[in-house]
């Protein structure tokens, strides 16, 4: 069964510490990593796709790597506004050719000043 | 307006009520997706429609009825709701291309909260 785990479910971090999320799936036919942001009321903001194991992406303080099992979303430095849940999803093929997203649960990042 | 907007942010409803929440894109995609999102689970697709025609069912109770009359609007009709059907619903779209050989990013609205009491 296709299935995503992210780890830690939640993470306390003060401002400047640097850390990772996790995100592993078990997936048959993976065609890519999307990473996704959450702010408390409001629909996931996109981050970054990753396609292929080897790939890095790097936005502002958030870097994204992909290996043949799982992604990792390094923070580097972290500000109190990172402050957010981040979403993990898988893309796959489905029947009919077409993409389907299967998610992670979250893990929910505060800083603190 | 720009990007994908839903209507109404929130929405508190009755076992025996209907209601239809709406979603509108505005980035010339042609899917849109409905999600639910409960506490601490992830995202469950529940429709996908693509070119208006809807392509994916997934096991959805049918007191949710989902309507695309075009590529750039989208509607979830509810109906004698049950109180665990409170949740977070996301509308998203996306640019599908022929047999999918692009990994397109779907992009997500904001939601309605809804609850059912």
């Known amino acids: 069964e296709d299935q995503v785990t992210q780890s830690p479910e939640a993470l306390r971090l003060q401002e400047g510490e640097s850390s990772s999320l996790n995100c592993s799936y078990t997936?048959?036919?993976?065609?890519?990593l999307f990473w996704y942001r959450q702010d408390p009321g409001k629909g996931p903001e996109f981050l970054f796709t990753l396609y292929s194991a080897g790939e890095e992406k790097e936005k502002e303080r958030l870097k994204a790597t992909l290996t043949k099992k799982e992604s990792f979303l390094h923070i580097t430095a972290p500000k109190p506004e990172d402050s957010a849940t981040y979403l993990c999803a898988v893309q796959l093929l489905f029947s009919g050719g077409y993409n389907k997203l299967i998610f992670g649960a979250g893990t929910r990042l505060a800083v603190h000043p | 307006e720009t990007g994908v907007t839903q209507t109404p942010r929130h929405l508190v409803m009755g076992m025996t009520n209907k209601k239809s929440l709406k979603c509108e894109q505005h980035?010339?995609?042609?899917?849109m997706y409905w999600y639910k999102q409960s506490a601490k689970k992830p995202l469950e697709l529940m429709f996908v429609y693509s070119l208006e025609e809807r392509v994916e069912n997934n096991s959805v109770p049918s007191r949710f009825s989902p309507e695309c009359p075009n590529s750039s609007h989208l509607f979830l009709h509810l109906h004698t709701l049950q109180p665990e059907d409170s949740a977070l619903y996301l509308c998203?779209?996306?640019?599908?291309?022929?047999?999918?050989?692009?990994?397109?990013?779907?992009?997500f609205g904001p939601g309605t909260r809804l609850l059912v009491l």
């Open positions: 997936v048959s036919g993976l065609r890519g």
């Open positions: 980035l010339g995609h042609n899917a």
């Open positions: 998203a779209s996306s640019q599908e291309i022929g047999l999918a050989q692009y990994q397109e990013t779907q992009y």
